[in-house]
């Protein structure tokens, strides 16, 4: 015949002894009535400090605000558990990325006890999630927005049915290649590098770069007026051209824009993208000027 109360013994001492895990009781009212090592070790609250209090202290303050705890306790009445993921706050105030799960505990009558309160620190697991949900939108070498990232963008403006235009322009380092093959790649990824800094310093709102690959860049830029585009390539020229100090060198660069605008010079983001092509070849060849807008004719 088992013997219920050192099964009691028992369960109560190998969840008090769990580090790993973050595993208490809650009261009725959300009170913590128990404490094991795992959520002292998680949390940095002795049992004596914490033990009495209500659980949303673990929460942002705006969460409390929010009544987030609460609803949690409701939701996990409603269906019998209650499982999610967020930040919870130490005694010291630093943060940390949790999985949660809250199991309602009944007595025999369905009478409402109290709750079951699992915490696992997750932080790293996140922190991987979001490192490859970043690579898969931004350039690696840069942290500007990729290819990809800057089609979704377009797509966006486009659905909107904005009655604005919207600007385009490609960029392109002149003899890039050549700073590659005297300089080395390091110095190349350098200047890569020190101008995609420069541009996230100058950008405003709905304006994006992108790089494409290698030192080809494209932005783009909503607007009602003509100069606004203006201004906004003489910005990306200030970026892209003149002596840049970089860790290994000084180099003296300059860089080649096209620019055309959706949609009088195209109706899709490719034709459009084309032609800002068209205009930066052409002012790669120009001796007179480094900005050149597209011409249909």
């Known amino acids: 015949m088992i013997d219920n109360n050192l099964t009691d013994i028992t369960y109560r001492h190998f969840v008090e002894n769990v580090k790993d895990y973050a ?34 202290v673990f929460y942002s303050e705006a969460e409390q605000h929010a009544a987030v705890p609460k609803k949690n306790l409701e939701t996990a009445q409603r269906t019998g558990q209650f499982e999610g993921e967020g930040w919870r706050y130490r005694k010291d105030g630093s943060r940390f990325w949790a999985h949660v799960m809250i199991n309602v505990i009944h007595d025999e009558q369905r009478k409402l006890l109290g709750y079951a309160k699992i915490t696992r620190d997750i932080s790293k697991q996140k922190e991987m999630t979001d490192r490859i949900a970043w690579m898969a939108r931004y ?28 600007a385009i322009f490609t960029l392109d380092l002149d003899k890039f290649k050549e700073i590659n093959d005297q300089e080395g790649h390091l110095i190349g990824d350098q200047l890569l590098q020190h101008v995609s800094g420069m541009v996230m310093k100058i950008l405003q709102k709905e304006e994006m770069v992108a790089r494409f690959g290698g030192d ?18 003489e910005r990306l020229w200030y970026c ?14 300059s860089a080649s824009i096209g620019i055309s605008v959706y949609p009088r010079d195209g109706t899709d983001i490719y034709t459009v993208l084309g032609n800002s092509d068209l205009a930066m070849y052409r002012a790669k060849n120009s001796l007179d000027s480094k900005i050149c807008w597209y011409e249909a004719e």
């Not at 208490?24 to 404490?35: F, H, Q």
């Open 240 to 253: 892209f051209s003149g002596k840049k100090a970089i860790p290994d060198a000084e180099i003296i660069v």
């Open 216 to 233: 080809e860049f494209v932005a783009v830029k909503p607007f009602d007026d003509e100069s606004e585009v203006e201004a906004f390539s």
């Open 23 to 56: 595993i208490y009781m809650l009261s009725a009212d959300g009170a913590i009535i128990t404490w094991n090592k795992g959520a002292r070790r998680m949390k940095g609250y002795l049992s004596e400090e914490i033990v009495g209090q209500y659980f949303g």
């Open 139 to 166: 350039d690696v070498l840069t942290g500007l927005p990729n290819r990809g990232e800057f089609f979704t963008y377009i797509e966006k403006l486009i659905a909107c049915n904005d009655v604005r235009h919207f």
